[in-house]
């Protein structure tokens, strides 16, 4: 393609629009060393790379497939039009790219000079963290999801800080925001 | 002796953050940690799940551990030991790996081998450990490559935890909360007042007699009104009881006096010696802030602290003036106190202090449930803030979607939850409060009651019971204000503990200890294999070598985020680099003295920062000493003269906070103008004329020709019309140099810089074509 006006229009124009990839056009596997690949028509992509465009509000819509330079490979419109194998894949492949240490109880937290640590169960495993400044590490969004940033820059999730155990609550109250 | 001489060997070359009893659980694996040549801990296996990770390499192969760590603490010892098991162990023939990546997910990160050009998934840790992987990878990359580690590599920086205690530092300032000593910070607090002690010793001096007064007072006014006066007992005549009366009015307004005299006296010099020492201590706090990089400054956490130096400095304000002075005279007024109750009866005075652990323990937990409530109250204002200050920013907006019943929805809202909070804290200090006052009333009911029987028993005068209840009231106020004044100890010490890391925080980029001053300084450019990143795994520079001769101009083309910017912070030093050299005539930059090298440096950036002052005195800024000729030379060559004219106070137009505002074109012709009366060797212009409109720039780049004359000039450009005059010319691209020659040679080479100004060319067609169109458009229509 010749570089004109007229033909870095119709690139842009058509970076502009967003065509949802037919799931059925679209099979996933592993490769031999465990990274997701994708073979869409004739192409085999050896790896590909999964990203969510709305991670929070709607993590199994909006699914963008890139090859690993960052291009546009497939966008699936929603997870669950894809068949049960292929969605196995995906759901691995995003569950790995977007973990979320989620906190499920907050044991205790202390308060010395300016530095706050966290006494946290992260499942069934003990995390002791410190975290600087609260009022900038501490964010809890509007729909009551809570995010913790400790000082090497690891982020802990609450996903609904109501639902926590009383005792939690009772601990974190004092320093949400 | 041997074993002390292995030991030396050993520590010599493990660098890195291994455990003892790691190493020896991989000792009983039967690998030689005495050969490793770099090591590092992970904390996830490769499925994300936590748990101990060790890393390591010696000559022969790559070893990744997984375990389980458990702390367990001995008796005698302080701090907990971790106890290791290993889970498993795999080895990579060190001729297998090709190269070690990292990937950066959300909250994770991935270490990645590639092995005859397949990539494996190694292990995963979390986002926190990306700098010290990425360190472990690049080792490991260097000497796959037979290369020598990096400099900055052969130091590992273990100290990212406390030596003591073993905690994680929580910044860069390596100060570790648990082990800091307090004493040491109060020492230093109390540092502040050196250079007044006599005017505290003095202080302290009317404070305690003041005290003593007021102790005092009671003992006449009440008991000797009592017990000799009023007493009907008494056999004296009426006459010698009013003589006795006026003797103690006389007295009680003396004392009154004289307590008053001695609280003018010391309040007096404390208001003199107050604000004293709250200008050195801020003069302290500025001082070390110039002194800090603008790393310093633009990194998270410490631009936080920043923000909180007020706030700091005003917590200390009001301690050292409401809290501190007052602390000897309490401890005086209540111990003398107590003295009296006790010689009035120790018997009542017992008998008050066992009622009193109730009374604490009630206000203790009042207390605890108040901070909460008066915690949520205020972050549910905050949040009410913090919305206003969006809505009132962001009116242009709003008005433009008319989005108004919107955002009122949302303010409602959130003013809703203001005052259930307040509402809250109401309804639970009408219960709590009336509630305590009740139970003081009724202990000291009981006291009154006891004394009253001590009375009719005669152990003791009604006018020494009336006493003893006013000492009772009285005695709340010490306790009241030794119960707050410990909460706000605490803080100011928290707070003085964040002044002193910013006064103790040691600037990452240092001068030399003897610089080298060159002379001639002449100007001559060299960066060879230069690599940057602001944050670990996230490269910003990737080895890049260019060269600016002394005199000529450089120009420095790419896309936003090329890393072009990036190379002149590193230029003026405002950053080091992690890897590579930048040389000015030959000398590394960092062997350069800061004075010659930022005088001999002068760079017009994107962001230009106007200060508070006239337009003459921001031009003026890096030149202090130059005439108003040669202010009015300098806006001349950066084309501003016109439009500084134009204005109504032209050079003496008060101009940054608060002052007239000028368009971003205008602003970057005052920097200009700034730079080109510092009269640099080097010339760095960061877009320097990105906002202006082409004829304007055409006639800056005049007059920079000009200048150009036995100066280095950089300038770093996306519009490429900018760089029309540049002597040679650098294609940047992803933080790596693409092309490179002079213009002719590059349109030749018809690579990415020929693709660029292509487009850029065409595009400047395009624009006109369409505006002759409309034209013609415009003149139809007026037919």
Redesign the interface.
């Known amino acids: 393609m010749s570089l004109t006006i007229e033909n870095l229009e119709k690139e842009n124009t058509k970076k502009m629009e967003t065509t949802f990839t037919d799931p059925a056009a679209c099979v996933f596997f592993k490769n031999p060393n465990g990274f997701l690949g994708l073979t869409i028509g004739d192409a085999v992509h050896k790896r590909v790379q999964l990203r969510r465009a709305l991670p929070f509000s709607a993590p199994a819509k909006y699914v963008f497939v890139l090859d690993m330079d960052d291009k546009e490979l497939a966008v699936l419109e929603d997870l669950a039009a894809l068949n049960a194998e292929n969605r196995a894949l995906v759901d691995e492949e995003l569950a790995m790219r977007y973990y979320y240490p989620e906190i499920t109880q907050i044991k205790s937290v202390k308060d010395k000079n300016g530095a706050h640590y966290f006494e946290l169960m992260i499942g069934s495993v003990k995390k002791n963290i410190a975290v600087k400044d609260l009022s900038k590490n501490l964010k809890q969004l509007e729909n009551n999801t809570v995010i913790i940033i400790d000082v090497d820059g690891n982020r802990y999730f609450i996903r609904d800080v109501l639902k926590v155990q009383r005792k939690s609550l009772r601990a974190l109250e004092p320093y949400l925001y | 002796m041997k074993h002390k001489k292995r030991k030396d060997a050993a520590k010599a070359k493990r660098r890195g953050t291994l455990p003892k009893n790691v190493l020896n659980l991989l000792e009983s694996q039967n690998l030689r940690t005495d050969d490793f040549i770099f090591s590092a801990v992970g904390d996830m296996d490769n499925d994300?799940?936590?748990c101990a990770n060790w890393l390591a390499f010696d000559d022969k192969g790559l070893y990744i551990a997984f375990g389980t760590e458990e702390t367990v603490k001995k008796k005698k010892r302080k701090f907990p030991e971790a106890a290791v098991k290993l889970t498993g162990l795999s080895a990579l023939p060190l001729e297998d790996v090709e190269e070690l990546k990292i990937e950066r997910?959300?909250?994770?990160g991935r270490l990645i081998a590639v092995e005859k050009g397949?990539?494996?998934?190694l292990t995963r840790f979390?986002?926190?450990?990306?700098g010290d992987i990425q360190k472990f990878a690049d080792c490991f990359n260097a000497k796959i490559n037979g290369k020598a580690l990096a400099s900055w590599l052969t130091v590992f920086d273990d100290t990212l935890y406390c030596p003591k205690c073993g905690?994680?530092?929580?910044?860069s300032r390596k100060?570790c909360?648990?082990c800091?000593k307090k004493s040491s910070t109060i020492k230093r607090l109390f540092g502040f007042f050196n250079g007044f002690l006599p005017q505290m010793g003095l202080i302290l001096l009317l404070q305690i007699i003041a005290s003593c007064f007021g102790v005092i007072l009671p003992k006449f006014s009440t008991e000797m009104l009592f017990d000799d006066v009023l007493n009907a007992d008494n056999p004296d005549s009426s006459e010698a009881k009013l003589a006795a009366l006026g003797v103690l009015v006389l007295m009680l307004i003396g004392i009154r006096v004289a307590d008053l005299l001695f609280r003018l006296g010391f309040e007096w010099i404390l208001t003199g010696v107050m604000p004293k020492m709250i200008y050195n201590i801020k003069v302290q706090i500025f001082t070390s802030m110039q002194r800090l990089t603008v790393g310093f400054y633009s990194s998270?956490?410490t631009g936080?602290?920043m923000d909180?130096v007020t706030g700091d400095a005003n917590n200390i304000y009001w301690f050292f003036v409401d809290g501190a002075p007052f602390i000897v005279m309490n401890a005086v007024r209540m111990i003398g106190i107590l003295l009296l109750m006790f010689l009035i009866s120790w018997k009542l005075s017992l008998l008050t202090l066992l009622l009193l652990p109730p009374i604490v323990a009630l206000a203790v937990f009042g207390d605890s449930i108040f901070?909460?409530l008066h915690?949520?109250i205020w972050?549910q204002n905050?949040?009410m803030t913090s919305m206003l200050s969006d809505n009132i920013n962001g009116q242009r907006v709003i008005k433009a979607f008319s989005r108004e019943n919107a955002e009122l929805e949302r303010f409602s809202t959130i003013s809703r939850n203001v005052r259930d909070a307040q509402l809250e804290q109401a309804n639970k200090e009408n219960t709590l409060f009336p509630l305590m006052t009740a139970l003081v009333l009724i202990l000291s009911t009981f006291v009154l009651v006891v004394g009253a029987r001590f009375v009719i028993g005669g152990e003791i005068t009604i006018g020494q019971l009336l006493t003893y209840t006013v000492y009772l009231t009285m005695i709340q106020g010490p306790i009241e204000f030794f119960m707050w004044v410990f909460n706000w100890w605490a803080r100011a010490?928290?707070s003085a503990?964040?002044l002193f890391e910013i006064i103790d925080a040691k600037p990452d980029i240092t001068e030399q200890d003897n610089p080298t001053i060159l002379n001639p300084f002449r100007g001559d450019i060299e960066i060879s294999e230069l690599e940057f990143e602001y944050e670990p795994a996230v490269p910003i520079i990737k080895k890049i070598s260019l060269r600016a001769e002394a005199g000529k101009m450089l120009g420095i083309v790419g896309k936003t985020g090329a890393g072009k910017s990036t190379i002149a912070n590193l230029i003026s030093r405002l950053y080091d680099p992690k890897a590579g050299v930048i040389r000015i005539d030959g000398t590394d930059i960092k062997e350069l003295s800061f004075a010659q090298l930022r005088k001999n440096i002068g760079l017009v950036s994107q962001d230009i920062y106007l200060f508070t002052g006239t337009i003459a005195d921001n031009i003026r800024y890096a030149n202090i000493g130059a005439s108003y000729s040669e202010v009015i030379a300098a806006a001349k060559a950066a084309s501003a003269h016109d439009f500084i004219l134009k204005l109504p106070d032209a050079y003496e137009t008060r101009v940054g906070n608060g002052g007239q505002s000028l368009s971003g074109g205008e602003k970057q012709r005052i920097s200009i103008a700034r730079a080109v009366l510092q009269n640099p060797k080097i010339l760095i212009l960061d877009e320097a004329t990105a906002a202006m409109d082409t004829a304007t720039e055409r006639s800056i780049q005049e007059s920079l020709r000009q200048l150009k004359a036995g100066r280095t000039t950089i300038a770093i450009a996306h519009r490429l019309s900018t760089l029309r005059d540049a002597d040679y010319l650098a294609v940047v691209d992803d933080g790596t140099l693409v092309e490179y020659g002079t213009f002719a040679g590059l349109i030749q080479q018809k690579g990415a810089f020929y693709?660029q100004y292509?487009?850029q060319s065409?595009?400047l067609a395009?624009v006109s074509i369409i505006g002759e169109e409309s034209t013609v458009q415009a003149d139809k229509t007026d037919e």
């Open positions: 994300g799940n936590y997910y959300v909250t994770t397949e990539e494996r998934p979390s986002i926190g450990k990306t905690e994680r530092y929580p910044d100060v909360p648990n800091v998270k956490q936080q602290l909180r901070r909460r915690h949520r972050a905050a949040r010490v928290d503990q964040r693709k292509k487009i065409q595009s395009a």
